[in-house]
Nanobody
Framework: QVQLVESGGGLVQAGGSLRLSCAASGSVGIFSIKVMSWYRQAPGKQRELVAGISSGSSTNYADSVKGRFTISRDNGKKTVYLQMNSLKAEDTGVYFC????????WGQGTQVTVSS
């Protein structure tokens, strides 16, 4: 069984920063070869990909967050991070961590609220 636990969400003013963490535990296998991703879901909207990082630490970002968000990973800690800077009201939503494998593994999400 795999557990992904997100943390670091909260309420922040526009222009501020937050750092999200997602820690993997359980039957993860070799964490370093997993593709890790961050998604978000705003109220009334579909879940969307925010950022991803491959086993080789190649990264990709949604156009809306390029230049503001940075995804990184610490394989020794089985943790992936999302540094979010210059936050905007439209970044508000529940942020989910996803790990590759089978049909994918999801965390429970962490709420990010950006006040304008």
């Amino acid at each position: 069984q795999v557990q992904l636990v997100e943390s670091g969400g909260g309420l922040v003013q526009a222009g501020g920063s937050l750092r999200l963490s997602c820690a993997a535990s359980g039957s993860v296998g070799i964490f370093s070869i997993k593709v890790m991703s961050w998604y978000r879901q705003a109220p009334g909207k579909q879940r969307e990909l925010v950022a991803g990082i491959s086993s080789g630490s190649s990264t990709n970002y949604a156009d809306s967050v390029k230049g503001r968000f940075t995804i990184s990973r610490d394989n020794g800690k089985k943790t992936v991070y999302l540094q979010m800077n210059s936050l905007k009201a439209e970044d508000t939503g529940v942020y989910f961590c996803k790990m590759s494998g089978g049909s994918g593994y999801w965390g429970q999400g962490t709420q990010v609220t950006v006040s304008s």
